[in-house]
């Protein structure tokens, strides 16, 4: 077996940046802990089905936990042979899949930290990224990108590729095959386990404002957000059924899908694809199911298709017919299993929230960041309140800065910006709260209600401050616009740009489609400005001509608005002169 020469590893932690001012407050416990949890589920439960891996063609692979564990010891035991120092990185590029749960597995067994990146990113980003871990190794899984992306992957940096990986990247000189690593290598024995302070995994974040940042989380602190979520939604049982698909390369599928199933032993179902995503939920019939608020917008709206609003309303108020249409839209959807939903990542707007309840699906809205490992706030099932993201999570503190910042303090707090001391100093207040960035109202009943970004506010030439998020909320509530950037800075009045959904959006090119649009739009500009003060009113919508898609770069990997890139394409067109309706 190939060793690599050990090269000078980066400083030492202590030298890197100082230790979270946050003290762990959550007791743990061994059955808390990952690798714990994963010993235990391989004794105990070898043969019971844990990861169902699609593999094109209708045909999926079902990995067992004696699968899983046995595939994890062996390709541990290969990467132990390389001779990296503990604590040494490794890059990890894939879209979901059994194999990216189960490399997280076996680095950690070795004693190493993973490094995710989204498996959308551009070359740039993946040598910026793999440079600044110093990651050693990178692998190569599920990609439709890989042939723009290769250029950015280091010479020095190994390569290890799976049957999932594209065809150029198993024929990439040098590169190691998964599937002969497994079959050359004996399982590593015993129960190799991480103490808590460990570190686990550097996140990056998605690069929305800026050069992306290293998150750096130990397994102390992303046990405690497990042991929090799932005792608060109840989520205790082998039984329960999930479906992987947003990128596990970010903290929130990481903790609800990936690491919850760690702990507690739930079978997850990976989708195969965007083509294939109804039929990936019909196979799975989640139990909990989580998603975004553009997802959840596009539900409704292949809802709204088949069922007009006004229609769905009469029959949701007859009794006797409610039941039956609940079970009927759930099933469509494949989620008449769910007991619970999440949704996160965005803010969502209230009315929508209501909607899903109306149809019987509980929507619970949570709120977090990178930096707290997705564990912050969130609605409980059956106490949830539309418009706020819920009470602080156990062992969670929040409060409001002088300017209405939201300052949180949680057990699942980082332990810092991975070679930016100074970054990580910034982002904490003297008395160790994490500055989120977000302005926020706390409730007399203790819930979190945002409000939005303070870097995201721009002041109006009236000298008015505007906060965009809560207003792009609502004018995507109704499904006619998909998406909506609020802008604006220096003129008497913030205006809006918007990309339409489907199908509205195929009219937009023509001019009988854009006659059809004019008094729909007009006619949601003067719904939106009813709720608005006179500040905030909106002057004018500007409708772009085209989707706003991560491969345009108009989104994040996590499906956020990039407001520097709308900026950049349509600020040239922007004025405060003109029609209410513009089309760009």
Known sequence: METIAQETPRPPVATVAARRPTPKVTKLTPDDLFLESVYRWERERPTELYMTQPLGDGKVREYTWKDTVSEARRLATYLSSLGYPEGTRLGVLSKNCAHFMIFDLAAWMAGYVTVPLYPTVAAETVSYVLDH????????????EWDKQASGVPEHVKVLACELSPPSALARDGVVRWEEVVSANEPMSGHPVRKPEDWATIVYTSGSTGVPKGVVHDFGGMAAAVKGSKGEFGLDSPNERMISYLPLAHVFERTVVEACSFVVGFRVYFAESLDT???DIQRARPTVFHSVPRLWLKFQAGVHKKMPPKKLRLFLSIP????????????????DQARAAITGSAPIPADLISWYHALGLPLCEGYAMSENFSYSHFSRPGDSKPGTVGPPAPDVECKLGDDGEVLVKSPATMVCYYRQPELTDEVFTSDGFLRTGDRGVIEPDGRLRIVG??????KTSKGKYIAPAPIESELQATGLAELACVTGSGLPQPVA??????????????????????????????????????????????VAPEAWTIENEMLTPTMKIRRAAIDARYGDKIGEHGPTIVWL
């Open 320 to 335: 006797i017919l409610k039941n039956v249409v609940r079970k009927k839209i759930l099933t469509g959807l494949g989620l």
């Open 497 to 542: 740009i918007v990309s339409l959904a489907e199908p509205h959006l195929a009219k937009v090119s023509s001019e009988a489609g854009r006659q059809e649009l004019t008094p729909l739009l007009e006619a949601l500009l003067a719904e939106v400005n009813e709720r608005l003060v006179g500040y905030e009113k909106l002057d004018r919508l500007y």
């Open 133 to 144: 871990s110093d990651s050693k190794l990178l692998f190569v899984g599920k990609l439709d």
């Open 453 to 458: 970004r303070t870097k995201e506010l721009f």
């Open 277 to 279: 995503f109804v039929a």
